[in-house]
Structures are given as C-alpha cells and as structure tokens.
C-alpha cells in the first residue's frame, strides 16, 4: 500500500548545518521522497557591497561569509587580486597563509565533529571538539587580534608578523590536539552508534560524483583523490608534504573517515610551515586603499576549504573598486543540487546527519 | 612571474582553436586558459569541452554586468581533473533582451547557478523550468545585482537609520569653510570623500 | 551484522576525563585577559589627531563620523573635528586604525560593553575612555597601511648643474606623478596653509585618476600662475600635510608642476580652463605692477568683464618671478607661456612705463574706479658697512635682474654672498654658474636660515660653502675702489631670556679675512612709494612699510587695493596671487556695491 505524502518544512534552524536553511521535505513514513533546498536567511549581498568598496575596504567582508572557516575567503581573494595586479607575495607571508588556512582546517573539522556527533545523537562530543577547538581560536586572538573574523589576510600578504614565542605555542598546541586524537577515536569514531547511523548512508554516486561537482572530503569519500592543495598547489603546498587521505564508499562514513585523517596531516603540515618558515618580510605594501586602481583584469583562484573547493571569480575595470567577485562556495553544490538528490530514500532522522557529513554552510550558496 | 611550462595549455588552445575557428583563445596563465565565444557557440562548446576535452567539473558560472556597453558577459569556469586546467569560457548577451540556454543537460547542477543569476541579473534560461524564487524573497524591483540597482538607496528607503549621528560633519567640507574657500562644481566630484 | 563490542565499550573511555581539570571554564570565575592584539574599541589620542577623517572614509561599515568637539583648540593642520565610533556597526577590522596617517588611533583590549539602551553605542574614541591609553592593543606603528615615503624628484647632479643654467629639477614622468598623487587621502587639511586654499585634494585626485586636464583646469580656478608655483612655490602646504607627523609629505608642489607642465602652449591652456568669460560690464580697474599679484588680480577681473589695465615699468611681466628667481628655477619659455595665456583671454599690460615717471598716479585714478597696487618691494636694504659703495660690491636682486635679462657681469672668481634667505641662496647659486667659488655669511646657525631647506642643500651640492654666524664688518678696497676683500667676525649665539630666538654676538677679536672679487648683499627689500601723491601717502596706513589691508585687500582708502609683497609678510609668489585673487572679490564688492 502506498503511504501518504506528508510535507515537512526542516529548519531554517536546524542542526544540520552552521547557519539557517530550511530543506522542504516531502516524506511518505519516515522516508524522505523530494527535498527542496530553501535559502535566503542569510544573504547579505556581501558581492554586491564589495562593487561600492574599494578592494581593500572588501576585506573585512569576505570572511563573513563562513563562520566556521572564514580564512579561505580572505586568501581567495587576495590571490585573485594578486593575480589581477602581478604582485608579488613575500615567503614568509605564503607560509604564515598556509599555517592559517590549516589552523582554520582543523578548526572547522572540530566544529564539524561536533555537528556530525550531535546529529546522531553523542553530545558529548560538541562538548569537547568545541573547546578544544577554542584554542585554535586562541591562537588566532593571539595571531589576529580576532578570534572568528580574523580580517589577516590580505592583498600584498598578512596584516602583521607573528608575536614573539607565538610558533611555539602553536606547536604546544599541536602536540596537545594530537594527543586528543586518539581520545575522539574512541568518544566517536570507534562508537558503535555512530558507525551504525554513517555506514551506507548518504551514498554519492562515485561515477557521478565529479560530473556533479562533488569536492572536498565528500569527493574523496567516494575514494577520488582530488585535492586543490596537490592539483593546483597555491601558496606553499608545493613545498609541503603530505598525504591525501581518500576512503571507498561514498557514505557518511568514509566522509568522516577522510576528515579524521586529514586533521593528522594539518597538524604536520602545520609543524612543517613553522619548520621552514623563512624570515623576513611578510607584507608587500599595496597602494593606498583609497587610491588604488587595480588593472583591469579577471582571476579565478581557489583553495581548498574544509569543505573542498573554495573559488573566488574577481574581475577588475581598472577602477578603484571591483567590477565583481563572485564566490564559489563547495555548499553551494552540496547544500543545493547534491543534498536534493542524496536525500531521497533517506530516513527523516537521517536529513540533518547527512546535511553534516557533506558540510553545507548557507551562507556560502547565498551569500 | 617565473617562466612556466604551459605545454599543455598550449595543446589544450591549439585543439580548441581548430575546432573553433572564431574561438578567441587565449592563455592567461598556466592552467588558465580563457576562451571567448560568440553566443550560439557556448552550448556546442561545453559540451565538446565536457566530453572530448574532459572539462567535466563545472567549478562556476557567473556573470559580469558591462552596463556601459548593455551587455551581460557569462563565464562558464570549467576544470578537467584530467588535465588540471581551468577553462574560462565567456560570452556577451544583450542585456535588454538577458536570455540564454541552460546548460542544465550537460551538468545537473548548473541549474542552481542559473537559479541565481535569473534572479540576480534577471537572466531567462531555456530550458531550465526551476527558475522559481531562490534566494530573495517577493523581490519585485530591477535584479539587484545589476549594476543600475542602487544598494544604498534601497537600504535608505527600506530601513531607517537610528537617530543620533546627525550632526556628523565632512571634513573636506568643514576645512572649505575654515578656508572660505569655493570649490567649483567640476571639481567635486574629485573629492575623495566622494568614495562614499 | 555481528555486534560492535569494541565501539560499545571505547566511548566509555570518556568517564577517565571526569578526573581532569576542566580545560575552558575556571572556577573560581577568571576574567579572561585579551590577547595583546585584541581588537576591542578604540582609542584616540586626541592631541595627536589632526581630524583628518581617513578613519572615517576608509571604514567600510560607514561606523565612523567626524564631528565637532567642545572646547577642542587647534590651530591649522587641523580640521578641528575628531571621530565617532558607531560600535552598533563597527566590525573591528581596524581599517581605520591601519591607515590613520598620524596613527592617534588605535584598538583597545576592551570588549565588553552592555546597555540596554541601543543609543548608547556611540564612542567617542580618547574622549569617552581616556584610560584606554593604557589598554592600547591594535595599533599601526610600522605597521600601517599607508605609504609615508614620496617619490623622489629626480634632479641635475650637483657638478653638472654648475654648467649652464638648464633647469635643475627634472619633474616626474607620468608614472611617478600617478604614484606620488595616489598616496593622498583627500582630506584637504594642507589647503589651509595655502593662502589661496588652492583646490589641493581635487587636483591630486584628478592625477590620481589620470586625468590631468581637469588638474590644470581645477589649478586654474584660483591661480593663474599653476606652473610658477608648482616649481617655486614656497608650498606650506606640505607643512602640515597629515604624512608629516609620521613621514613625508604629499610632493603638493610637484605634482602642480607635473600637471601644468603637461600642457605644451596657451592655447592648450585657454582649451582646457575654458574659462567663461563675462561680458564686459562697463567697469574698469588699473593694476599697478605685473607682478604675481597684479597679473593674477587682472585675470579674474577680465574673466569677471571688468576692462583691466596693468602698467608695468619694465619690459617683460612677472615682477619678482620673472626678474628675480633664476631661470634655472623657472624658465622663460615656461613664464612666456602662462603670461601669453593671460594676455590672450583680455588682460591688457602697458610695459615700460612706470607710474609716477612714465604716467602720473592721478592720470590712472581718473581714468579707472578702483586700483590695485603690486608694485613689490625692489629697493635693497644696505648692508650698513664701508666700503659698500666700491665697485664689485652689489645688491643681489640687481644682480639678478640683470643676469635673468641675459646682460653679462663680471664677478670676477670669488664671490661672497651676505644673507640667509632664498635670494641669497639664488645670488649665490647663479654665482656658481658664472664660473665663481662662492661664501655665504650668514649671521645665524644653518637651521636659522629662512632659505628653503631644498634650496640650501641644492647650494651645497653645487660647492657653496655656507658659513654660519658670521657678521661682516668691512669690505676692504684697492686703489681704485674695487673690492679685494671682506672682514668679517664669528659670533656665538647668545639666548634670548625673554625666550625668542637666540641672537648672534660677535666673538672679540674672532676677526677674518676673505679675499674675494665680488660682495653681493642680500639681507632684504623694501618697497618704493615715491610714485605715490603725497595727500593719498598721508591717508594709506603703512605699517613696518607694508600697506595696512583687510580681508578684500582693500585699503584705508576705499577704492585702493593693495597686495604682494607690499602688503603681506609671506613675500613669496602664491601670497601675491592669493592677494590678487581676494582683491577682486573686493573690487567687484566695491564697485558693483556703488552701481546699485
Ligand atoms: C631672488 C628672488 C627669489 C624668489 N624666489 C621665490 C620662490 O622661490 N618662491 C616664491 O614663492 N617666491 C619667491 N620670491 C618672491 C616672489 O617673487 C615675490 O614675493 C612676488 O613676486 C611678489 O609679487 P608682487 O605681486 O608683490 O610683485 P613683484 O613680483 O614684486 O612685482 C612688482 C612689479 O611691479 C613693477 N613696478 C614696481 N614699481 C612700479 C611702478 N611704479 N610702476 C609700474 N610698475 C612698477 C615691477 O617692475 C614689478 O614688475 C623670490 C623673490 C626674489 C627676489
Ligand atoms: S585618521 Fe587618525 S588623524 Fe585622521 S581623523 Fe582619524 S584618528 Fe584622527
Ligand atoms: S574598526 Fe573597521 S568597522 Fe570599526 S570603525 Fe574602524 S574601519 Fe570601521
């Protein structure tokens, strides 16, 4: 007998995912048939607002536009306008960058954790990813002066050196986080209620993956080993070593597995960039911000973000503020078109557990 | 910039061209390489991009507004993991008449970008039959994200500011009048104050 | 599927953690110290500030306003108003603390702030919190976003400007100028210093932008004489441009020189000021003197409809400019040019006749409603020593008269230069062109010295020696009255009890011997009102020999103007025009008063 179709309006405020959308279900039992992506509560038009600001006045913008992992935006953009302009970027300031794009990585998978942990369920998890995660964010106070926005980055390099006996800390605070890892292992990856709701769930078609503009984590939980760190190395990953962690399977399961791998490498990458981080300058001064007519020109540059490609399209008139910047947010894909597709045959309890484990951050398809 | 290798970019130019006689092929960088297209020829493009060239990744869609010459330009970023180029496939529209096709058969996500820059720039895709409400919400004016929507007058007129910072004063101004000092009106709006 | 024990029984490894310290939340409660670099609210130190506004026109978040402040004194270099902070919009970006040019502002550790009141997040920064000077946490000390270093002009070496009288400066190619002019930030302060208030910022800005037309057209709206002042201009300007607290200033002065000088003839000029000119009213105004003053006073009269007349006594316009300032400073062809300009949208000039000789002041006054008078001052004060009279002893700005009318003297080939200011140092200069060793004596220390800092250091590169306090005593002759020699003593400097500068006294018996073939005198002018009836002598209130004018530069007798040199204490070029330029708004004030 065919059950009824009811329709369950999910969200926006939900823990699914950091932010507010809404996912429109309609449901016959507790089996999801069609799911509908609603956004809207978080746009700003921040792409708007940079078109009346100069490019310099755009960069305490472009961080709001992710809370968990604010620092790619920042690093986007600088790229692009670097690129635009030709300007050449101090060592030191590649190096610091990447030191923070993994320090905001591994910041992003703590709180990841403890949405994945809290949509089945374990909130013991939350508890903890999220203070430890707080000293990341203490580190970047320290770095920054900010501890979520860190408006640091920025065209020419970074705002302001490192503070003395600040890279030691950064590897104390390592060393601590490492010794954590083992602890989340068994709090959380080794549960069994856990590995019970994430094996076979959430499957992404690994034929269709790339054609459907999976990446990041997802992408590599489908066992491809597509990273833009090793593909189009930006900054210093060239001269870093690591691995790309993939895992078979396409579920919510392998997604975790991936991600939980990757933290080991950005804290060795992070011992690396502080190992050879080169002395010297670490701005190269642009003009004044007031004044500055940047080339005409385009540029898409991209990172790779705790949630997988990160790009930012900039194109300059030559004039004192962007023509446009377009931002390329991986949710964008995964929160929209991928999530509608994979959430149906899911469980109801299911929806927010699989919204986790692609990591959907709305404010990045809406901006 | 250091010399590049850009071998494979060049290959990448020589086949695009071939194919393409009226193609403006051009490469920007390594691994960028950017190709400009008269309109009708987009859709044939990506899809021999997508399937002989292994452009399969549609990393972006976006759209410039060129107000001054009524024209939208369309760049459609695509990526091949094969080959680790990006392509930037752009193209003008009339900015009057902003219709396009979709693209939505050859990448199923497309349809959200498209989503966007119909309700965003006010663009019309063919084909693509979920250009229903996105992001905004009853939106009825000019798109906004056409160059001609102004942002300030709309928060102006929507939202009302809080009281209390009326007697803020423009420095250029106030040292004018220290001065006595006339500025013609050519050259106001060479004030920098004016940014704002 | 086969039981997970391993997964049911790891997770409850978490219950050894119920032994630990608790790693986030203190007990007893600790108020957390922000990091060292915490961005919390800002302070401003109020007296470093200069009101600029950059911190308000760079903020993003539009959080900032600049508003008056009660009981605040400040003097020029000062816009007399300070920021606001909106904390109900502000971000913490510290934009504005990066490219605040005196760096006053900065962020604080504090961030906790709680009212119920939503009216109440305004700050005002170093006024609301005083005690945040000692919480200071962001701020831009080397780290700014602005760039406090100028272009660098490129100029003739020293040796190589010895040989001719070629201009020394060389000016800034476009890119240069593009790059100097984008390091403004538009605040205007600078134009209080100008006498004029030229349009500083918006000329900048338009060169900035590439536009350098519409520079020349906005130079123009209140000098004529652009290209004089963007190579001579004694620019205090640059004096309290916001960089100078913390670096260099604008190159205000080079960039007017770039801009103008991009303009090849007058006819370019008269296409790109396009001035409107009104058409004749019927009025007419004599203007006594071409110089600076005089000539810019005629131009806007003209432009005004006004029929002007200028009764010069020499041959050529300019005054000082033309006659005084060598031409390795501002050349002929670049003087014809703007004169030419002048000349061509109406300003009449009668050359070679001298009020008061070649035409009686009475005849002018019955002739015109209102007259102007710029006729500078051109009699040298004597230096009041023996032997002054001798032959090979002169007065400097004669000497340069006369060189600048291309006529030779011998100065044989040592020369000896008595002055500090700017005419001494070109007397001195152009003596080193015509092949001579000069000394400069000077009574006072090097940092005394009115001279131009720029104007010395060129001298000294071209070999002048410059010997400081110094005080010439005699010039010894030979047996024809021809110099030989100049006696002279050192002095030390004695302070001043009453706290003004120190005063230079002569050392007992410290007494020299300089032979030298040539005494120019340089220690100042004065002006010569001989031309001047004795009723209208008896009326005009002179004081210390400038005539006594008010805000229209109008004097005690109502239909007489006066400017330049002989009316205002800078003495330099832009004073005159601005003199000009003010006299005929009191002019137009006071004849077309008397119309109605
Ligand atoms: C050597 C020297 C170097 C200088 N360098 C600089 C510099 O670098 N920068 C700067 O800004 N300023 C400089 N100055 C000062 C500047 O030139 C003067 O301040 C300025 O020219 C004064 O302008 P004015 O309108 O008062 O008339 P002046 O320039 O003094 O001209 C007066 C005019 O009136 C004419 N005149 C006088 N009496 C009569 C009469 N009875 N009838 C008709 N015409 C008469 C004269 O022939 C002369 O043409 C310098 C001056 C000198 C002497
Ligand atoms: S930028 Fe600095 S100097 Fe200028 S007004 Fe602001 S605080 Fe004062
Ligand atoms: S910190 Fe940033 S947002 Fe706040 S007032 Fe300064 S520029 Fe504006």
């Known amino acids: 007998m065919r059950e009824k179709e009811t329709t369950l309006y999910l969200g926006p405020q939900h823990p699914g995912v950091t932010g507010n959308m809404m996912v429109k279900l309609k449901v016959a039992g507790d089996t999801v048939v069609k799911a509908e992506t609603h956004v809207g509560y978080l746009h700003r038009a921040f792409e708007k607002l940079m078109e009346q600001r100069t490019w310099m006045q755009s960069f305490p913008i472009v961080c709001r536009i992710c809370v968990p992992e604010p620092d790619p935006n920042e690093e986007n953009l600088a790229r692009a306008i670097e690129e635009i302009e030709g300007r050449e970027v101090p060592e030191r300031a590649k190096y610091i960058r990447v030191m923070i794009l993994e320090l905001s990585r591994l910041a992003a998978y703590m709180l990841w954790m403890g949405g994945q942990a809290g949509t089945a369920g374990l909130y013991t998890v939350p508890q903890w990813s999220v203070g430890d995660r707080d000293y990341i964010i203490d580190l970047f106070e320290e770095l920054t002066g900010g501890r979520i926005y860190h408006m640091y980055i920025w065209a020419g390099g970074v705002r302001r050196d490192l503070p003395e006996g600040f890279a030691d800390k950064v590897l104390r605070t390592m060393d601590y986080l490492e010794s954590r890892l083992p602890e989340y292992d068994k709090l959380f990856f080794e549960n069994a209620i856990f590995q019970k709701r994430a094996k076979g769930v959430g499957i992404i078609d690994k034929d269709k993956a790339l054609e459907w503009g999976v990446v990041g984590p997802p992408l590599r939980g489908c066992g491809i080993k597509h990273d833009v760190r090793i593909d189009e190395p930006y ?102 078109s991928l999530l509608e597709k994979i959430l149906v045959g899911a469980n109801i309890s299911d929806v927010a557990f699989i919204m986790n484990s692609l990591g959907v951050c709305p404010p990045e398809i809406e901006r | 910039m250091k010399t590049q290798n850009i071998n494979i970019e060049k290959e990448i130019a020589t086949e695009i061209q071939n194919t393409f006689h009226t193609a403006e092929v051009n490469i920007k960088r390594n691994k960028r390489i950017e190709v400009k297209l008269r309109n009708d020829l987009i859709p044939p493009f990506l899809s021999y991009a997508k399937n002989y060239l292994t452009f399969n990744h549609l990393a972006h869609f976006s759209c410039v507004d060129w107000i001054e010459q009524n024209e939208f330009e369309l760049v459609y970023i695509i990526y091949s993991y094969e080959k680790g180029v990006i392509v930037l496939a752009k193209t003008r529209i009339d900015r009057e ?100 | 599927m086969a039981l997970n024990l391993k997964g049911i029984i790891s997770p409850y490894n978490a219950l050894k953690q119920a032994g630990r310290k608790p790693h986030t939340v203190q007990y007893p409660y600790k108020k957390k110290e922000a990091a060292d670099r915490y961005r919390g609210f800002h302070f401003n130190d109020i007296q470093e500030c200069i009101g600029c506004g950059t911190c308000s026109t760079i903020c993003q978040n539009h959080a900032i306003d600049m508003i008056e402040i009660e009981g605040l004194e400040v003097g020029p270099g000062d816009s007399g108003l300070r920021p606001r902070v909106d904390n109900g919009r502000c971000c913490w970006c510290a934009l504005c603390v990066d490219s605040c040019p005196t760096g006053s502002l900065s962020l604080t550790k504090d961030y906790l702030y709680v009212s119920e009141d939503p009216n109440s997040f305004l700050l005002i920064p170093g006024i609301d919190n005083p005690d945040g000077q000692n919480r200071k946490s962001w701020i831009s000390n080397g780290n700014s976003l602005l760039d406090y270093k100028r272009i660098p002009m490129r100029e003739l070496e020293g040796q190589e400007r010895v040989k001719s009288f070629a201009e020394v400066v060389l000016g800034y190619n476009e890119e240069e100028a593009r790059t100097e002019a984008a390091r403004c930030l538009g605040c205007g302060i600078c134009t209080e210093n100008c006498p004029v208030h030229m349009h500083i910022p918006e000329y900048i800005n338009a060169i900035a932008r590439g536009d350098d037309k519409m520079a020349v057209k906005i130079i123009y709206d209140n000098n004529p004489l652009g290209e004089t002042c963007g190579k001579v201009c004694t620019r205090r300007c640059e004096e309290i441009c916001a960089f100078t607290k913390r670096g260099e200033p604008i190159a205000i002065r080079w960039l007017k020189r770039y801009a103008t000088e991009t303009v090849e003839n007058e006819k370019m000029i008269e296409e790109i000021v396009n001035p409107t000119i009104l058409p004749p009213n019927g009025h007419s105004v004599a203007i006594i003197g071409a110089g600076p003053g005089g000539l810019t006073a005629a131009y806007y009269l003209a432009m005004r409809g006004f029929n002007v007349m200028v009764y010069e006594a020499k041959e050529h316009a300019g005054g000082m400019i033309m006659y005084g300032i060598p031409k390795y400073r501002l050349p002929l062809d670049s003087l014809d040019k703007q004169i030419e300009y002048l000349q061509s949208i109406g300003v009449e000039i009668k050359f070679n006749t001298k009020v008061g000789k070649d035409i009686s002041f009475d005849e002018i006054r019955q002739h015109h409603e209102a007259v102007y008078i710029g006729i500078g001052f051109e009699v040298p004060y004597k230096l009041g020593i023996t032997g002054e009279d001798a032959s090979g002893s002169i007065q400097a700005i004669n000497f340069l008269r006369e060189i600048n009318r291309e006529k030779h003297i011998e100065i044989g080939d040592k020369v000896v230069v008595i002055g500090g200011g700017n005419v001494a140092i070109d007397a001195a200069r152009v003596s080193r062109r015509l092949g001579a060793e000069v000394t400069i004596l000077y009574r006072r220390r090097v940092e005394d010295m009115p001279a131009d800092w720029e104007e010395i250091e060129g001298a000294e590169d071209e070999g002048v020696i410059i010997h400081p306090q110094a005080i010439p005593l005699e010039i010894i002759t030979d047996e024809n009255n021809k110099v030989k020699a100049i006696k002279y003593a050192n002095a030390e400097m004695i302070p001043d009890p009453k706290g003004g500068r120190p005063r230079p006294k002569i050392i007992e018996g410290d007494e020299h011997i300089l032979e030298v073939t040539t005494v120019i005198g340089a220690i100042g002018q004065e002006a010569d009102y001989s031309f001047l009836p004795d009723d209208i002598k008896e009326k005009l209130e002179i004081n210390r020999g400038r005539i006594v004018v008010n805000e229209d530069r109008q004097t005690s007798i109502p239909w007489l103007f006066a400017g330049g040199d002989i009316a205002n204490r800078r003495a330099d070029a832009i004073g005159a025009i601005a003199d000009g330029f003010n006299a005929v708004k009191g002019i137009e004030k006071f004849i077309l008063k008397e119309d109605k």
């Open chain 1, 235 to 336: 900054e210093v990953y060239d001269k870093l070593d690591f691995v790309v962690p993939t895992h078979e399977g396409g579920d919510v399961w392998s997604r975790a597995m991936v991600r939980r791998q990757e933290m080991e490498q950005s804290i060795s990458i992070i011992r690396q960039v502080i190992d050879k981080m080169p002395a010297g300058e670490y701005y190269n001064k642009v003009p004044n911000p007031l004044n500055w007519y940047v080339p005409e020109g385009d540029a898409y540059v991209k990172t790779e973000s705790a949630r997988g490609e990160f790009g930012y399209y900039a194109v300059s008139d030559g004039g004192l503020k962007p023509r446009r910047v377009h931002v390329r947010g991986p949710a964008y894909v995964h929160g929209v």
């Open chain 2, 97 to 196: 008449k902003a219709e396009f096709v979709t693209t939505r058969h050859l990448w199923y996500q497309a349809e959200t970008y498209e989503r966007e820059l119909h309700e965003m720039f006010g663009i019309n895709f063919k084909g693509n039959d979920r250009l229903n409400e996105f992001i905004l919400e009853d939106w009825e004016g000019i798109p906004p994200y056409r160059r001609d929507f102004d942002t300030v007058k709309y928060a102006t007129d929507n939202f009302y500011t809080r009281p209390g910072r009326e007697d803020a004063k423009d420095v250029r101004e106030n040292v004018t009048k220290i001065n006595k000092e006339e500025i013609p009106e050519f050259a106001k709006e060479y004030s920098v104050r004016s940014l704002k």
